[in-house]
Nanobody
Framework: QVQVVESGGGLVQPGGSLRLSCAAS????????MGWHRQGPGKQRELVAA???????TYADAVKGRFTISRDNAKNTVYLQMNSLKPEDTAVYYC?????????WGQGTQVTVSS
């Protein structure tokens, strides 16, 4: 079994910053990719950013230039630095890890951008 646990969500004002963390643990042989999706109110879950073990990063157009994904391979941990946050970034952010051909999801962490 694999566990994926997020932390770091909260309430922030527009223009502010937050850093999300996500750690994978358990029966892990190799992690192909880790990343973040989000689901806003009344919206479908969408990709935010992903990072492969080779260091290739992918970002949604809506967050390019504002969000940065990074990873500590030794700790099986991925981070999402979110700057210049906007109200439309409000969502539950879900971390996921692709391990042995399967995508494992965390429970999600709420990010609310509001004044």
């Amino acid at each position: 079994q694999v566990q994926v646990v997020e932390s770091g969500g909260g309430l922030v004002q527009p223009g502010g910053s937050l850093r999300l963390s996500c750690a994978a643990s358990g029966s892990i042989f190799s992690i192909l990719s880790m990343g973040w999706h989000r689901q806003g109110p009344g919206k479908q879950r969408e990709l935010v950013a992903a990072l492969t073990s080779a260091g290739i990063a992918t970002y949604a157009d809506a967050v390019k230039g504002r969000f940065t994904i990074s990873r500590d391979n030794a700790k099986n941990t991925v981070y999402l630095q979110m700057n210049s946050l906007k109200p439309e970034d409000t969502a539950v952010y879900y971390c996921n890890a692709i391990i042995s051909g399967r995508r494992w999801w965390g429970q999600g962490t709420q990010v609310t951008v509001s004044s």
